[in-house]
Protein backbone atom coordinates (compact mmCIF):
# COMPACT_ATOMS: atom_id res chain seq x y z
CA UNK A 1 0.00 0.00 0.00
CA UNK A 2 1.49 3.31 -0.04
CA UNK A 3 3.19 4.92 2.18
CA UNK A 4 4.33 8.91 2.88
CA UNK A 5 7.25 8.83 5.53
CA UNK A 6 8.65 12.52 6.42
CA UNK A 7 11.85 13.32 8.13
CA UNK A 8 13.32 16.55 8.92
CA UNK A 9 12.06 19.76 10.50
CA UNK A 10 12.72 20.87 13.85
CA UNK A 11 13.58 24.06 16.08
CA UNK A 12 15.78 26.89 13.78
CA UNK A 13 15.90 30.26 14.06
CA UNK A 14 14.52 33.10 12.11
CA UNK A 15 16.28 33.66 9.13
CA UNK A 16 17.47 29.63 8.94
CA UNK A 17 17.14 26.57 6.80
CA UNK A 18 15.71 23.34 7.20
CA UNK A 19 15.11 20.23 4.74
CA UNK A 20 11.72 18.36 4.46
CA UNK A 21 12.00 15.01 2.78
CA UNK A 22 8.93 13.08 2.33
CA UNK A 23 9.65 9.36 0.89
CA UNK A 24 7.63 7.63 -0.92
CA UNK A 25 6.55 3.47 -1.57
CA UNK A 26 3.62 1.64 -2.71
CA UNK A 27 3.13 3.61 -5.93
CA UNK A 28 5.02 4.89 -9.41
CA UNK A 29 6.48 7.93 -7.88
CA UNK A 30 7.57 9.41 -10.94
CA UNK A 31 4.03 9.47 -12.69
CA UNK A 32 2.34 11.82 -9.99
CA UNK A 33 2.52 15.03 -8.83
CA UNK A 34 3.13 15.74 -5.32
CA UNK A 35 2.58 18.54 -2.98
CA UNK A 36 3.83 20.04 0.26
CA UNK A 37 1.27 21.22 2.43
CA UNK A 38 1.12 23.17 6.14
CA UNK A 39 -0.69 23.95 9.17
CA UNK A 40 0.09 26.68 11.60
CA UNK A 41 -1.00 26.44 15.10
CA UNK A 42 -4.81 26.70 15.41
CA UNK A 43 -5.25 27.72 11.87
CA UNK A 44 -6.21 25.54 8.83
CA UNK A 45 -4.60 23.82 6.47
CA UNK A 46 -2.16 26.11 3.11
CA UNK A 47 -1.24 25.01 0.49
CA UNK A 48 2.71 25.32 0.29
CA UNK A 49 4.11 24.12 -2.88
CA UNK A 50 3.60 21.56 -6.16
CA UNK A 51 5.82 19.83 -8.36
CA UNK A 52 5.28 18.18 -11.52
CA UNK A 53 5.91 14.38 -12.29
CA UNK A 54 8.74 14.74 -13.73
CA UNK A 55 10.16 18.06 -11.48
CA UNK A 56 10.61 20.25 -14.46
CA UNK A 57 7.67 22.62 -13.17
CA UNK A 58 7.08 23.92 -9.38
CA UNK A 59 4.45 25.79 -8.06
CA UNK A 60 4.36 27.82 -5.01
CA UNK A 61 2.39 29.83 -2.66
CA UNK A 62 3.35 33.43 -2.78
CA UNK A 63 3.64 33.65 0.88
CA UNK A 64 7.09 31.17 0.47
CA UNK A 65 7.84 31.93 -3.26
CA UNK A 66 11.85 32.91 -3.27
CA UNK A 67 12.96 31.24 -0.23
CA UNK A 68 11.21 27.63 -0.11
CA UNK A 69 12.60 25.04 -3.12
CA UNK A 70 10.68 22.13 -4.00
CA UNK A 71 12.35 18.97 -5.54
CA UNK A 72 12.15 15.41 -6.05
CA UNK A 73 14.49 12.42 -7.06
CA UNK A 74 12.49 9.85 -9.03
CA UNK A 75 14.92 7.47 -8.62
CA UNK A 76 15.00 7.78 -4.69
CA UNK A 77 11.20 7.98 -4.41
CA UNK A 78 11.94 11.08 -2.53
CA UNK A 79 10.25 14.61 -2.53
CA UNK A 80 12.36 17.28 -0.58
CA UNK A 81 11.41 20.59 0.30
CA UNK A 82 14.52 23.34 1.46
CA UNK A 83 13.05 25.72 3.33
CA UNK A 84 15.38 29.17 3.45
CA UNK A 85 15.38 32.30 5.34
CA UNK A 86 13.00 30.75 7.48
CA UNK A 87 10.36 33.15 9.49
CA UNK A 88 8.27 32.76 12.71
CA UNK A 89 5.14 32.31 10.46
CA UNK A 90 6.29 29.74 8.58
CA UNK A 91 5.91 27.92 11.98
CA UNK A 92 3.92 24.61 11.45
CA UNK A 93 3.12 21.37 10.39
CA UNK A 94 4.16 20.34 7.10
CA UNK A 95 2.53 17.45 5.12
CA UNK A 96 3.55 16.12 1.91
CA UNK A 97 0.74 14.78 -0.35
CA UNK A 98 0.75 12.54 -3.57
CA UNK A 99 -1.34 14.02 -6.32
CA UNK A 100 -3.71 16.78 -8.36
CA UNK A 101 -5.64 18.41 -7.80
CA UNK A 102 -7.07 16.06 -4.88
CA UNK A 103 -4.73 15.30 -2.57
CA UNK A 104 -5.49 11.15 -1.76
CA UNK A 105 -2.30 10.26 0.53
CA UNK A 106 -0.65 12.47 3.34
CA UNK A 107 2.53 11.86 5.16
CA UNK A 108 2.20 11.59 8.79
CA UNK A 109 3.88 15.53 9.35
CA UNK A 110 6.58 16.75 10.53
CA UNK A 111 7.10 19.82 13.18
CA UNK A 112 8.61 22.99 11.85
CA UNK A 113 9.26 25.72 14.94
CA UNK A 114 11.16 29.47 13.47
CA UNK A 115 11.93 30.95 17.12
CA UNK A 116 14.61 32.46 18.72
Known amino acids: QVHLVQSGGGLVQPGGSLRLSCSAS????????MNWVRQAPGKGLEWVST????????YYADSVKGRFIISRDNAKNTLYLQMNSLKPEDTAVYYC?????????WGQGTQVIVSS
Open 51 to 58: IESAGDTT
Open 97 to 105: AKGVPYYDY
Open 26 to 33: GFTFSMYW
